[in-house]
């Protein structure tokens, strides 16, 4: 299955207005980092959304959010938000924005 090419425009207006936003294709999707680092990518019609270890289990608990596991190996600190969970902008801009402060605490690349 491909990506969702409306998922990673709606992304790119999102993170448009942050610095230090790049795009590269990865896990057979699109991935933004910020400063060489994962920030938010699109699997299928999912985001997958970089939160941290803090934040993970907290983020598990909310409706439409799964392990990030497309390998058999779940991704400790990464979650994958499904479709119904970033229906709305405003979702959408939550899960990046939660990427977003954890990214910023890691050494950029």
Known sequence: MAYSKSLVERIRHIVSRQRGVTEKKMFGGVCFLLHGNILVGVWKDSLIARVGKDAYETALQTKHVKEFDIT??????????EPDGIDSDHQLAHWIDQATQF???LPGK
Do not use: D, L, N, S
Not at 72 to 81: A, I, Q, S
């Open 103 to 105: 990214v910023r605490t």
């Open 72 to 81: 058999g190996r779940p991704m400790t600190g990464w979650v994958m938000v």
